[in-house]
């Protein structure tokens, strides 16, 4: 497994994989916000590339790990009620995640909390923001369960508890280097949701399609958008060396979801090849750049103590 090689290369992983997340995010959440088409740049504040709920949520998710020594749902509705900014317009939370994250904020229980009425299809910001699941869990088996527990805390619907937990198989595959083009035959393999499996089972014969053709063969529904994990799955399969790409892929046919959809085809590319070919001075104009290095930091040596090796 990954995090058992040299320390720096360990802390260069996870923080690869969590930079990622956020620089898909950064790219994709000015086209979710006005639903349009991909620029070269996001949302500037002070001067940086703003951040969304999915980095939020996931930097948040890395710490609960760090600090319960693995997955607690009551102190991580705890983390988001207490420092989720849903007031921010730039967090760009979902409805449904907010309303979610609200009611625990006033004193009722996660579980609870989570009957939202208003999902409106797919809201895959849990799935996005599971990747810290993949880097500390060194079991497949147990990353899985773990990225549907994280996922429960705000939905009530199985299919974005499924998504969550094959977005993490996934990243465990790339992290020991599964060639892309296999992926989604083991995911269709471990997808429970006949959508999502129907979804995974298309992708072997997209990944040279033309984007426009490969949207509309993503889509659940004919004339609809792409599935936001199946759009993120073939824009990492087009351009699994290069998280830039793959992220402006995602996001440029998954409009409503492009947040959401940039942040996995980044985090799978930063996985797979690092971040190699992205500019050090546009990783550091990243808003969250600082703490994700603080949180690549806390899961490394949490991983290691935890799993009984002292760094």
Request: include cysteine.
């Amino acid at each position: 497994m990954p995090l058992l090689e040299v320390e720096d290369n360990a802390v260069e992983l996870i923080r690869n994989v969590l930079l990622g997340t956020a620089l898909g995010e950064a790219l994709g959440l000015p086209v979710a916000m006005a639903g349009g088409s991909i620029g070269s740049e996001a949302i500037l504040v002070n001067g940086l590339y703003a951040y969304g709920s999915v980095t939020e949520m996931m930097l948040l998710l890395a710490e609960n790990l760090a600090e319960n020594c693995g997955f607690n749902p009551k102190s991580y509705a705890e983390a988001l009620a207490k420092r989720a900014d849903l007031e921010n317009p730039l967090r760009f939370y979902h409805p449904a995640t907010a309303a979610a994250i609200a009611g625990i904020r006033r004193g009722e229980p996660w579980w609870k909390a989570r009957e939202q009425p208003f999902q409106n299809g797919p809201r895959l910001d849990a799935a996005a923001r599971a990747a810290p699941i993949a880097l500390f869990y060194r079991s497949q088996r147990v990353a899985a369960s773990m990225a549907e527990a994280q996922a429960l805390v705000t939905h009530n619907s199985s299919h974005d508890a499924e998504a969550a937990r094959l977005y993490v198989i996934a990243l465990h595959h790339t992290l020991y280097r599964l060639d892309p083009g296999q992926l989604p035959l083991v995911l269709e393999d471990e997808a429970q949701d006949t959508l999502l499996r129907e979804l995974m089972a298309r992708l072997p014969d997209l990944a040279g399609e033309p984007i426009d053709r490969a949207a509309k063969l993503l889509a659940p529904l004919p004339g609809g958008e792409p599935h936001p994990l199946a759009a993120a799955l073939y824009a990492y399969m087009r351009s699994p060396e290069n998280p830039l790409e793959a992220a402006r892929t995602a996001a440029g046919i998954a409009v409503g979801s492009a947040d959401t959809a940039a942040a996995m085809a980044a985090a799978l590319a930063a996985a797979y090849q690092g971040l190699r070919q992205i500019d050090d001075i546009l990783l550091e104009r990243l808003e969250a750049a600082e703490w994700v290095e603080m949180a690549s930091h806390q899961l490394y040596n949490a991983s290691r103590i935890c799993h009984g090796e002292e760094p």
